[in-house]
């Protein structure tokens, strides 16, 4: 049996945990999309977009992580996050160019545009 790690690219590995949505969170909760955006620093708006999208930044990514005591991945959310606790197969680590974001910004409140 070999035990080469594998080379597969991030979205065919599976997390090592399990994941609730952000919805699904929020809904546990028992907070409107308004109360949710304002503990992690967004817009009832904002807040719609990461839901809808299942995208956010690091910063929201590891905020609602923390919120949902672990059960949401913040890797499932933000790529970045995800590459930082997977790394990068050897071969793609020459073409890799950290963008400090994992979506487009609208102004520095870390919600996807």
């Known amino acids: 049996m070999s035990t080469t790690p594998s080379t597969a690219p991030p979205e065919a590995v599976p997390t090592t945990r399990a994941t609730i949505s952000v919805a699904d969170l929020r809904t546990e ?17 904002q807040m719609h977009d990461v839901e ?23 890797g499932v959310l933000c790529e970045e996050v ?5 790394g990068l197969p050897d071969t793609d680590k020459a073409e890799a160019t ?13 919600a996807v545009a």
Not at 52 to 74: K, Y
Not at 82 to 86: A, D, G, K, Q, V
């Open 29 to 45: 909760l028992g907070l409107t999309l308004a109360e949710m955006g304002e503990r992690v620093g967004l817009s009832k708006s």
């Open 52 to 74: 809808r999208r299942n995208s956010a930044t690091v910063r929201v990514s590891l905020m609602l992580e923390s919120m949902s005591d672990g059960r949401l991945d913040a």
């Open 82 to 86: 995800w590459l930082s606790r997977h």
């Open 98 to 110: 950290p963008t400090g974001q994992c979506g487009p910004l609208s102004g520095e409140t870390g």
